[in-house]
Nanobody, 129 residues
Framework: QLQLVESGGGLVQPGGSPRLSCAASGFTLDYYAIGWFRQAPGKEREGVSCITSSGAVTNYADSVKGRFTISRDNAKDTVYLQLNSLKPEDTAVYYC??????????????????????WGQGTQVTASS
């Protein structure tokens, strides 16, 4: 079964800095642009950040720009999302997924979830004191 596995969530105090990881099961990540998404209770899923296959290009939602950093280590077949200056409104289940429609040479990554596949189960991040 091809899917991604997220880890690194938990209960964190506001202002904290958890790091989320996204690893592949059944395939390798380095071929794909990877996106991070989140969904809070009662809200629609939103794109948080994405990174191209090479790691050269990244994209962020305005709500996290300057606070979150996406990166990838293709040698470890893992994509990371560093969350800094965490706010209560960042509380959500965080998912990673692979964009299966882009060439690995593409310098584009998208924050719309329509093109993504191989979704994981998600990891809960709760920012609360």
């Amino acid at each position: 079964q091809l899917q991604l596995v997220e880890s690194g969530g938990g209960l964190v105090q506001p202002g904290g800095s958890p790091r989320l990881s996204c690893a592949a099961s059944g395939f390798t990540l380095d071929y794909y642009a990877i996106g991070w998404f989140r969904q809070a209770p009662g809200k629609e899923r939103e794109g948080v950040s994405c990174i191209t296959s090479s790691g050269a290009v990244t994209n962020y939602a305005d709500s996290v720009k300057g606070r979150f950093t996406i990166s990838r280590d293709n040698a470890k077949d893992t994509v990371y999302l560093q969350l800094n200056s965490l706010k209560p409104e960042d509380t959500a289940v965080y998912y990673c997924a692979a964009d299966t429609t882009l060439s690995p040479l593409s310098r584009l990554c998208r924050l719309s979830s329509d093109e993504y596949a191989y979704w994981g189960q998600g990891t809960q991040v709760t920012a609360s004191s």
